[in-house]
């Protein structure tokens, strides 16, 4: 079931072995820009920014939207496109299963409201970073007023896009609140890379490194036959956390794959040069750089490549802000998880030195954190400088003060770096600007030729994933190496498909207990295979299912007050025996000779011989699968010939 | 030659004929040889120089102990003697020396009598490769290489020829053309190839020179001549067997073959070209037929190289371009393009033909881009064929050589080209539009080739490459706008190659060139490229920066065009708004961490303001503040490169300055360029500096010969001293000491640096030719010069001490001196006139002139290094796995 349609934001869940698991909740949150800014001080600029009517006048929605640059933004407090939550009844949802912080910020809307009672598994780093994203995220999103006139689908329809074009925007929700979060994540159960975690006997889950971000998994979900791997946002970029387990996918049947780069054609190194370039010519110019950012993840990267680069370009007196609600606790925790991180960072650690190099710079002077443009900031706020903060959508955060403040002068830069949004929508509500805006999306996950790489390497035997990633992109058309083409094709899947996975379940385990095998009798069929037949009860529960031995009956209690028969134990009969072999023709005949019957008539059919016994006009059907006598109104010979053709074969 | 080396030579020959295993190293009979070449070269006589080696060689045939490598070494000997016609004479009537033995050693091989042995000469006996097979030595790789490159030295003239013919050394040779060792098969090769063009000369010699020549003589020539065709029959018969290629594993064979024949029809004339051309035409028709594709580039060149010296008529032409035809039309796309590249580049007169190699060259392009280049119909199949190709990674390397050969293309007449220039130009441009990872263009060509190459560095340098090249063409000016919008998507793209930066830079600057009218570059396109530059400049990969602060230097340099505004304008002026840009980023680039972008940023200085040096114009306080940081790197710079650049950047503004006696900055600047840069640790530096000495001691004295050949030379060049032109001399001496270039060169010469002690040398007896003829010993023209440390002194004073006993410290200086700076007794001054007059700079030269390691190097340490080996290999307890510690080489 696929309830997301955003192949980097995915939402899937998967029924396998009478166990529904969802697969990520990530949230869509590109519907915010089709809302205005939240400024954080009040902005005379949009506070005058003219209200919307229909051309013709008759629709006056001045109050809830307003116009920017020819554009029509929402003014209310922005609202998130939230995973399907018709296709399938939530609360049947056995666990959730989260591959990395980005992936789990839908969470409390799924685990909240909907009558969720399973568990949640994640990576400790994962839960960490992923509760301070959502108080981040929380917090930034300041409660005001909200707008659902716009919504009504006749006056929608009369919007220019792409509001008109916007989709479910009566399901479009508000940001959860702190009570929720913390519910949410007191669902959490802390899993470690490679720990093996039953669920109810029938699957295990498991986590694999992902290589993307600090506890970023992929899972393996497997019974004793079948095996699913889901792979979502994996890298295999030399970058800080620990380097991706491949071999661990290898042998899978069918192969989920999600949150490949967003960014096919743009190569991480490249731009992070170029996000360094245009850092430093700005600075040089005299202007200030603003980077809107997550308060973790890349950042750690930028941070340790600006290290090295801030000697080299001389912008050593420079001072770099890092401003976010968890500042302070992201920069501390990337230097905690020491077990997450690659292998060259970890040894750091033990030596002892902090493995991340933004620590240095903090020690220096050089980088200096803020919870917030309040307090101490504004009193140590020196120009021109870098600032790094939230949110990458423009929409809200402090991020939106400092477009307001520099967007006014050329000398100023905006470098985006996150590639979850659109920079032109972003940047659509600040219109006229003159700042110089420069776009460095920096995605290390799997491009299309490291995934084909990749599954040539694990082999799956069917690959499940996004339609997006089966066809070119739409602007570059003509790059055939920007999808997936396999030999089975993939399975395409968008936003609510619901799609049968190829498995051919044919086996199930089954235990026998001990005593139980102990008692049975194996004869040998043909060499190398025995066969014993076996008495026993099955019990199944937790979906394991074991023979056990048939429980003797219990010594009838001395009573006479028996009222039902169906109290008895029931009898236990000894099963009849088994028969196996082949009846040699020759010999067959020999024997019936022996016996006076002399008259035969031997016909081959297509699957054996029938034999005629004309004398006692008898047929006898000898053929692979069945052997038998036709002999009306003559029992004892009956009788005679079955014992006859028993006399060859096997009885177990 | 030295009568030392003459003299202990026998010795060394008794040594290597005794044991030659105790040679110092293993390359001491290499450089022996080298000697004995380099005296024949000189035109000496071998044999009179050294008379001894005749002796060591006729011992040597016999002594089959001698060991192989020496065995080889006289092999090589005897045909380095014979290849002079007297040598030859001797080593031809020379019999056996029969001298006895030395006690103990095997002189003879048993096999061999007596008697055989008298009646041989050691020419007969030394290239006789049954007597080497006899004494089973022949299996030695080491002696064959010895035999072959004997007889190699000895091909030079008639009577060797004769003596090859007679002794039927053709058959060895020609089995040695497949020799396992694949030395000795390639030196077979090149014998042959000898034998060959030896024949044919002293052919050519008889036929012209015939009437000349007395009966007698002519007698002897018929026979040669004789034994030449025999030679050249059995030659034409080999090779035309060995050209068919039977069986794959004879590939490398056939090849050897081929480049063989190759190079014999380029350098043989007729008739012997038409003989060798008509044995093999069968043979190589048949191969042309197997299309071996290993074969295709040596194929091509054979069979070009036939067909470039015939005349159009004759049949073998016309086989030949047969041949050629059906190398340009076979299956396979890429041997194709490899035959249809041997035509282009052997710039084959046939117009038919070139042009069909360049629309098979071009056709790739073609599909690629989709910009029709050709006339569908004329290579329909190759179409189909090609296109089948790129849909595979291969394409990349048939698109690199359909680029790499644009330039072949473009040298064609216009009117043979399948398409006009501008169409190719067009193609490119679209080709590296499709390379570009940013670009979203898509062709109407084959779609599938773009996910190859996209992003691929290999195949945009090379479109880049073929359109510096296409810049030249005539009518592509139109397109300029289009070249610069792609130039600056690469400048722009983040994932451009540094070296695919560099490669568009060089673009910019050649388009930039040749198109005198820049006024199509529009104010938006500017911008795009200023900020690309500018980008650029902060790269964090140095070789970005590099490339880009060189450019900035290139385009300073840039010849003047017309701009928008149809003014007369700089390129630089015009691309990035001229100096104001360029500067204040090139001085950021002064700072950069890497020394390489330090120094590409001072020269590309330098570049930038030479036009203000020479139009004069005042210095203005952003150029007096580079003076001082140049002045710092070349101070404080840890690393050469950036120093070396800052001696260059003086040197630059020296001779760029129109009147540098005007300019105070740079005469303020010199004296202390010099002190720092003489003393430098960097040999390189410190020979710059003397070349800035040079140019100041130029500008002093200027060269009084007349600038061209027909001037009129003023009479007082050839008058004795007068007095004014004296005090000239004075004052400008004066001067030299004054910016310190002569305490410069007085330093360089006690340099311990060769090249810099040279350097100084040089100019100081230049200095000391014009000054010291005219200047007297009075007291009035005396010019002190003080020198910079203790060291220097003492050792000038040395050099003064070993050329006279006496001292030419100034006791007098205080009465001497007027002006006066030297007005104590400063030990540490000098009078100049004194030192150059005392100081013996001829002998100085001549000693600087010769390499540091001239003694150990010459012939006699060479030879005294043998005899020593010997001799401490005879001592008593010497192993001969201890390695000789030999000051040597």
Redesign the interface.
């Known amino acids: 079931y696929c309830l997301s349609g955003h192949p980097t934001l995915p939402c899937n869940v998967l029924k396998f072995k009478s166990t529904t698991i969802m697969l990520d909740c990530g949230l869509d949150t590109t519907s915010v820009l089709n809302f205005l800014p939240l400024p954080l001080v009040h902005s005379p600029r949009l506070s005058k920014l003219p209200g919307w009517i229909s051309k013709d006048g008759s629709i006056n929605l001045e109050k809830e939207l307003k116009e920017c640059a020819g554009r029509v933004f929402v003014d209310s407090q922005p609202e998130f496109c939230l995973p399907e939550r018709e296709l399938l009844d939530l609360s049947t949802i056995d666990v959730i299963l989260i591959s990395n912080y980005h992936c789990m910020m839908a969470l409390p809307y799924i685990t909240e409201h909907t009558g969720f009672t399973g568990t949640v598994y994640a990576t400790e780093p994962t839960l960490q970073i992923g509760r301070r994203e959502l108080v981040n995220f929380m917090e930034r999103v300041p409660k005001a007023q909200s707008a659902t006139c716009w919504k009504n689908k006749e006056i929608q329809r009369m919007l220019p896009g792409p509001l008109k074009d916007a989709v479910d925007v009566w399901t479009w929700k508000r940001c959860y609140s702190m009570q929720e979060v913390n519910s949410a994540l007191s669902k959490v159960q802390l899993v470690g890379y490679s720990q093996k975690v039953e669920l109810f006997g029938a699957v295990q889950v498991s986590p694999l490194s992902s290589g993307y971000s600090l506890g970023s998994s992929n899972w393996i979900i497997q019974s004793h036959h079948e095996k699913v791997s889901y792979v979502s946002g994996s890298s295999l970029l030399t970058t800080h956390p620990q380097p991706m387990d491949q071999s661990s996918l290898k042998n899978s049947d069918v192969l989920i794959l999600t949150g490949l780069t967003q960014m096919p054609t743009a190569n991480p190194d490249g731009m992070l040069g170029e996000f360094c370039s245009n850092l430093a010519m700005t600075i040089r110019a005299g202007g200030n750089v603003l980077v809107p950012c997550y308060s973790s993840g890349v950042i750690y990267d930028l941070l340790e490549c600006l290290y090295q680069f801030i000697e080299s370009a001389n912008l050593g007196t420079t001072p770099f802000y890092f401003i976010s609600p968890v500042a302070n606790s992201s920069l501390e925790f990337s230097q905690i998880f020491a077990e997450w991180l690659c292998h060259n960072k970890q040894t750091k650690v033990y030596l002892p030195e902090p493995p991340f190099p933004h620590a240095e710079l903090i020690q220096t002077n050089k980088l200096k954190h803020y919870p917030s443009i309040h307090g101490d900031f504004s009193s140590e706020f020196r120009q021109p400088c870098v600032v790094f903060t939230g949110h990458p959508s423009l929409r809200f955060g402090d991020v939106v003060h400092f477009m307001e403040l520099w967007g006014k002068s050329s000398l100023n830069t905006v470098i985006f770096t996150e590639p979850d949004f659109s920079y032109l929508d972003a940047l659509a509500p600040y219109q006229p600007l003159a700042m110089k805006c420069v776009y460095c999306p920096i995605d290390t996950r799997l491009n299309f030729h490291q995934v084909s790489k990749l599954l040539k390497e694990v082999q799956p035997l069917h690959v499940v994933c996004p339609e997006q990633y089966t066809q070119p992109p739409l602007t570059q058309s003509h790059r055939s190496d920007l999808m997936l083409e396999l030999q089975p094709p993939p399975m395409p899947y968008k936003r609510c498909s619901v799609l049968n996975l190829p498995f051919r379940r044919r086996y199930e385990r089954v235990y026998i207990l001990p005593e139980l095998a102990n008692s049975l009798v194996p004869s040998e069929v043909k060499p190398g295979v025995s066969v014993a037949t076996v008495s026993a009860v099955l019990q199944s529960k937790d979906n394991k299912h074991t023979l056990q031995s048939v429980p003797k009956a219990p010594p009838v209690a001395p009573s006479k007050k028996r009222k039902r028969v169906m109290e008895e134990p029931p009898v236990t009969m000894a099963p009849k025996p088994l028969l196996s072999g082949v009846v040699p023709l020759e010999a067959f005949l020999a024997t019936l000779q022996k016996h006076g019957i002399t008259e035969v008539k031997v016909e081959e059919t297509a699957d054996g011989h029938i034999l005629h016994l004309q004398a006692e006009d008898t047929l006898i059907q000898l053929e692979e699968d069945g052997t038998h006598i036709v002999c009306d109104n003559n029992e004892p010979l009956r009788a005679t010939l079955r014992d006859l053709v028993l006399r060859f074969l096997q009885k177990l | 030659m030295d009568s030392q080396c003459v003299s202990i030579l026998p010795r060394v020959c008794g040594v290597l004929l005794v044991s030659g295993s105790s040679l110092p190293d293993d390359t001491s009979l290499e450089k022996l040889l080298d000697w004995f070449t380099t005296i024949a070269q000189t035109g000496a006589s071998l044999l009179e120089a050294c008379p001894c080696l005749v002796d060591f060689v006729s011992k040597v045939a016999f002594n089959y102990a001698s060991g192989s490598s020496i065995l080889s070494f006289t092999l090589k000997l005897t045909g380095l003697i014979g290849a002079s016609e007297d040598g030859f004479k001797v080593l031809k009537v020379r019999l056996k020396n029969l001298n006895s033995p030395r006690p103990g050693i095997p002189f003879f091989h048993p096999s061999i009598t007596h008697s055989n042995v008298q009646e041989c000469s050691v020419l007969k006996l030394v290239f006789n490769p049954h007597h080497w097979q006899e004494a089973g030595l022949w299996e030695d790789p080491c002696l064959r290489i010895g035999w072959i490159q004997g007889l190699k030295m000895i091909l030079q003239h008639s009577e060797a020829l004769c003596f090859f013919a007679q002794a039927d050394l053709i058959e060895p040779l020609l089995q040695l053309q497949t020799d396992s060792s694949l030395f000795v098969a390639s030196a077979a090769n090149q014998t042959l190839a000898q034998v060959l063009l030896l024949c044919q000369s002293l052919t050519s010699v008889g036929h012209n020179g015939s009437k000349n020549k007395d009966l007698e003589h002519n007698s002897v020539s018929v026979e040669t001549t004789q034994n030449y065709s025999g030679i050249i029959t059995k030659v034409s018969e080999y090779l035309n067997k060995s050209v068919v290629l039977k069986e794959i594993s004879q590939l490398s064979g056939s090849q050897q073959i081929l480049r063989l024949l190759a190079m014999l029809l380029v350098r043989v004339g007729p008739p012997l070209r038409d003989t060798l051309l008509l044995a093999v035409m069968n043979s190589l028709e048949e191969l042309v037929i197997t299309s071996c594709s290993q074969l295709t580039v040596p194929l091509m060149d054979v069979i070009l190289a036939a067909n470039s010296g015939l005349r159009d008529d004759s049949v073998s032409k016309q086989r030949l371009i047969q041949l050629l035809w059906f190398m340009l039309n076979m299956k396979k796309p890429a041997n194709v393009m490899q035959a249809a590249a041997a035509v282009l580049h052997s710039h084959q007169s046939d117009p038919a033909l070139s042009a069909h190699s360049a629309r098979v060259l071009l056709l790739p392009l073609d599909i690629v881009t989709g910009v029709s280049l050709l006339d569908e119909n004329s290579t329909e199949e190759l179409r189909i064929l090609i296109t089948e190709q790129l849909k595979r990674k291969s394409c990349i390397s048939i698109i690199c050589v359909c680029l790499s050969n644009i330039p072949q293309i473009t040298l064609m007449a216009s009117d043979r080209l399948p398409c006009p220039q501008r169409q190719i130009v067009t193609a490119v441009l679209m080709l590296l539009r499709l390379c570009c990872?940013?670009s979203?263009s898509?062709?109407a060509g084959c779609?599938?080739v773009?996910?190859f190459i996209?992003?691929n560095s290999k195949v945009q340098k090379c479109a880049l490459e073929a359109l510096l090249v296409l810049s030249k063409s005539a009518g592509v000016k139109m397109v300029l706008v289009d070249v610069f919008k792609v130039l600056t998507a690469y400048l722009n793209?983040?994932?451009s190659d540094p070296s695919v930066l560099q490669k568009s830079y060089q673009a910019v600057i050649k388009w930039v060139g040749v198109c005198p009218d820049l006024s199509c570059i529009t104010d938006q396109l500017r911008e795009g490229f200023i900020q690309a530059v500018?980008?650029?400049?902060?790269?964090?990969?140095w070789e970005a920066r590099d490339s880009t602060v060189e450019f900035l230097g290139h385009l300073g340099q840039a010849p003047s065009c017309r701009s928008f505004t149809e003014q007369e304008t700089e390129p630089s002026d015009v691309l990035l708004g001229g100096r104001s840009f360029t500067v204040p980023l090139l001085k950021?680039a002064l700072?950069?961490?890497?020394s390489y972008v330090r120094a590409s940023s001072i020269s590309a200085l330098a570049q930038t303001l030479t036009p203000s040096w020479q139009e004069g114009t005042a210095l203005t306080q952003e150029q007096e503040d580079i003076v001082t940081q140049v002045q710092e790197i070349l101070f404080q710079d840890s690393e050469g490169f950036a120093r070396r650049a800052a001696v260059k950047f003086f040197i630059a503004w020296l001779s760029a300055c129109s009147s540098p006696s005007s300019c105070w900055l740079l005469m303020q600047s010199v004296p202390t360029v010099l002190s720092q840069g003489v003393a430098d640790l960097d040999w390189e530096v410190k020979l710059h500096t003397l070349e800035l000495a040079e140019l100041l001691l130029d500008q002093a004295f200027p060269d009084p010969s007349p600038s061209h050949p027909y001037a009129v030379i003023s009479d007082q060049a050839h008058r004795p001293p007068i007095a004014g032109q004296q005090s000239d001399l004075l004052s400008s001496l004066k001067d030299l000491v004054n910016w310190g270039v002569v305490s410069a060169l007085l330093c360089g010469v006690v340099d311990c640096d060769r090249p810099v002690a040279l350097k100084a040398c040089q100019l100081l007896l230049k200095l000391q030719g014009v000054v010291c003829p005219v200047m007297g010993n009075a007291a009035d023209t005396r010019v002190f010069c003080q020198l910079a440390g203790a060291s220097v002194m003492q050792q000038v004073r040395k050099i003064q001490a070993m050329g006279k006993d006496t001292y030419v410290v100034s006791e007098a200086s205080s009465e001497a001196d007027k002006e006066g700076i030297y007005a104590s007794a400063d030990p540490e001054c000098v009078d100049v006139c004194e030192v150059l007059r005392l100081l013996d700079l001829d002998e100085k030269l001549s000693i600087l002139t010769q390499s540091s390691d001239h003694i150990y190097n010459s012939p006699l340490s060479l030879l005294q290094d043998i005899l020593t080996a010997a001799a401490a290999s005879s001592q008593p307890g010497w192993d001969p796995r201890q390695e000789l510690i030999m000051d040597c080489y």
């Open positions: 990872v940013d979203s898509s062709s779609v599938e773009v996910r996209t992003g793209s983040p994932s500018r980008k650029r400049a902060c790269d964090m990969r950021k700072q950069d961490p890497e």
